[in-house]
């Protein structure tokens, strides 16, 4: 067991923590240098990056456009959170938060700015009224449940069990044991639903499948933490049945490449939506 740790009377920063985010987080928020966000020709400008809370959106909008929605054509542009582009004063000025996803609509008489995936989504779904079952629907009180579901449990998967299972600088065996006993649950509360339903809210798929896929979906494919083994989750069947099954549709697919890095799958994605400026590179810092 490690050095017994007795906390301070004052939390100081210790910015020599250690850890593969050691380098961007911080105590404090707004932004540490000037520049600008790109814009490109089309009325949605994605500002984010191919993780699991970046994909969301990008299926949504690849999910859009398979329906033939010519206006949820969007430029993709990478925020490289590795470099600190997420603390630009321009994405600052769409997420105060400084996380990715983070959405602008310049549709309408005035700018929209949509910051945090389950927003962007419920946002997106209403605009154009797809994936999200209507107001004042059993349904609908059942897909953002499922959805907010997502929000208040994906932390716990991803700051929680991924962060000590796989970035921590040292291995500890209290918080990965905690943190994948909670994984556990969450993925055996999905299973328990997954085994009554096709899919989450029933037999509609909807903003609730695609927001819990693109984490629990890439957990049980072995797509995230390395961890598929250490988790057992090939036991959760009816998880991998739903995620096996979401994976072949041709917009997940599209969806999961975009802003990733630079190459001949973005070029392809590029060509797919006539956007001269889809997914640049990522911006200097």
Request: net charge negative; aromatic share 12%.
């Amino acid at each position: 067991m490690s050095e017994v740790y007795t906390p301070p009377q004052v939390w100081q920063w210790n910015t020599e923590s250690g850890g593969h985010f050691a380098s961007i987080n911080r105590p404090v928020a707004g932004a540490t240098h000037v520049k600008e966000l790109p814009q490109g020709k089309h009325p949605l400008q994605l500002y984010s990056l191919g993780t699991p809370n970046g994909r969301k959106v990008t299926v949504l909008l690849e999910e859009l456009l398979e329906m033939g929605l010519n206006g949820a054509e969007y430029d993709a542009w990478l925020i490289d959170i590795s470099e600190g582009n997420q603390f630009s004063s321009g994405f600052v000025d769409i997420n105060p938060n400084s996380k990715i996803p983070a959405l602008m609509d310049y549709s309408g008489a005035a700018p929209v700015r949509v910051f945090e995936s389950g927003a962007i989504m419920l946002y997106l779904a209403e605009k154009f009224n797809f994936f999200v079952p209507t107001v004042g629907s059993p349904e609908r009180a059942e897909c953002l449940s499922w959805l907010f579901w997502n929000i208040g449990s994906a932390p716990f998967l991803g700051g929680g069990f991924g962060h000590f299972y796989a970035y921590a600088p040292e291995k500890l065996e209290y918080p990965i044991n905690r943190y994948a006993m909670e994984a556990k649950r969450q993925l055996d509360v999905l299973d328990k639903q997954l085994a009554q339903h096709q899919y989450l809210c029933g037999d509609q798929y909807t903003i609730a499948d695609m927001a819990n896929f693109a984490w629990y979906g890439a957990l049980v494919l072995g797509e995230l933490y390395k961890a598929a083994e250490f988790l057992d989750v090939t036991r959760y069947t009816h998880v991998v049945r739903w995620a096996e099954q979401i994976q072949q549709r041709p917009a997940v697919i599209r969806g999961k490449r975009v802003n990733l890095a630079w190459g001949p799958e973005q070029d392809q994605l590029k060509e797919r939506h006539d956007a001269s400026d889809f997914n640049k590179p990522s911006i200097e810092s």
